[in-house]
Structure formats: structure tokens, C-alpha cells
């Protein structure tokens, strides 16, 4: 069984900055992706970044700029520094985590509960 979990939401002024966490523990060979998502109130979940086994790194258009996606991969976790933070990136923030469970298994993936982000003054 796999687990995934984020932490770091909160509030914080616009302008402002916050960093995201999220940690993948169980029975994990090998993470081929790891990734952040969004969802606002009464929105969809959309992909905002993204971050690759072999390093490449991918940003929705909306964060490119502002948001960096980083890993421990001793730790099998990925963080999303967020910076000049806006109203409108108030959302509950996912990881998403994309992993072999043993060598030629199928590619799986599993999300996390979510950590809230609120942008308000």
C-alpha cells in the first residue's frame, strides 16, 4: 500500500510565498513522476507542475515564474515553493505520484488528501 502525503498549506497575504511538501511512503520501487494539482472552489482540478524522473521539470502557464517544483529522492518527496502569490491560486493543492511498485510492474498512480492554500489578505 502506498501513501501520499502533502503539508504546508495555509494563509498567506498576496505577494506572499509558502511552501508545499508532499512525501510518498509504502511499497514504492521506483517514482517516474511527481506532480502538483489544483482546485479552486467550484473549478476543476487543473496540473500545475510537474516533476520528471530524469529531472525535467514542467509549469502550467498560469505559475510558470513563480512556482518551483523540487525533490528529495532519498526522501521520495517533492516540494512546490510558491512565490508572489495571488488571490486566484487559492485552492486545495494535490500531489500526484506516479511509481513502479517492483521492477516491470505497470506504472501507478496515487493522489494525496490535499493541503489548503488560502490567498487573502
Known amino acids: 500500500q502506498v501513501q501520499v502525503v502533502e503539508s504546508g498549506g495555509g494563509l498567506v497575504q498576496p505577494g506572499g510565498s509558502r511552501r508545499l511538501s508532499c512525501t510518498a511512503s509504502g511499497r514504492i520501487f521506483s517514482i517516474l513522476l511527481m506532480g502538483w494539482y489544483r482546485q479552486a472552489p467550484g473549478k476543476q482540478r487543473e496540473w500545475v507542475a510537474s516533476l520528471a524522473k530524469g529531472g525535467n521539470t514542467y509549469y502550467a502557464d498560469s505559475v510558470k515564474g513563480r512556482f518551483t517544483i523540487s525533490r528529495d529522492n532519498a526522501k521520495n518527496s517533492v516540494y512546490l515553493q510558491m512565490s508572489s502569490l495571488r488571490p486566484e491560486d487559492t485552492a486545495v493543492y494535490y500531489c500526484?505520484?506516479?511509481?513502479?511498485?517492483?521492477?516491470?510492474?505497470?506504472?501507478?498512480?496515487?493522489w494525496g488528501q490535499g493541503t489548503q492554500v488560502t490567498v487573502s489578505s
Open positions: 500526484n505520484v506516479n511509481f513502479l511498485e517492483s521492477d516491470g510492474s505497470n506504472p501507478r498512480g496515487h
